[in-house]
C-alpha cells in the first residue's frame, strides 16, 4: 500500500503564488513516476503535472509556463509550484503515484488532496 499526504493549500488573489507539495509513504518506491491532478467543482479530475523518475516532465496547457513540478525521489517528496495563478485554477490538487503497468506508467494511488481556492 502506498500513503499519499498533501500539504500547502490555501486561498489567494488571481496573480498570487503557492506551492504544494505531498509526501509518499508505504510501498512507493517501485513507482515510475508522480503527478499532481485537479478536481474542480463540477468537473472530471484533470492531469495538471507529471514527472517520472528519470526526471521527465509535462504540464497540461494550461499551466505550462505558470507552474514548476519537482521532486525528491529518494524521500518520496514532490512538489508543485504555482504562480501567477487564475481563478480558474480553484480545486482541490490531489498527488498520485504512477506505476508501470506492462503497457504504462499511470496513477495508481492517490492521496486525499489539498484546496486551492484562487479569487478574482
Known amino acids: 500500500q502506498v500513503q499519499l499526504v498533501e500539504s500547502g493549500g490555501g486561498s489567494v488573489q488571481a496573480g498570487g503564488s503557492l506551492k504544494l507539495s505531498c509526501i509518499g509513504s508505504?510501498?512507493?518506491?517501485?513507482?515510475?513516476?508522480m503527478g499532481w491532478y485537479r478536481q474542480a467543482p463540477g468537473k472530471e479530475r484533470e492531469m495538471v503535472s507529471i514527472?517520472?523518475?528519470?526526471?521527465?516532465?509535462e504540464y497540461s496547457v494550461g499551466v505550462q509556463g505558470r507552474f514548476t513540478i519537482s521532486q525528491e525521489i529518494e524521500k518520496n517528496k514532490l512538489y508543485l509550484d504555482m504562480r501567477s495563478l487564475k481563478t480558474e485554477g480553484t480545486g482541490v490538487y490531489i498527488c498520485t503515484a504512477r506505476f508501470w503497468n506492462g503497457h504504462a506508467c499511470l496513477p495508481q494511488y492517490w492521496g486525499q488532496g489539498t484546496q486551492v481556492t484562487v479569487s478574482s
Open positions: 514527472t517520472s523518475n528519470v526526471g521527465e516532465r
Open positions: 508505504g510501498n512507493i518506491s517501485p513507482r515510475c513516476g
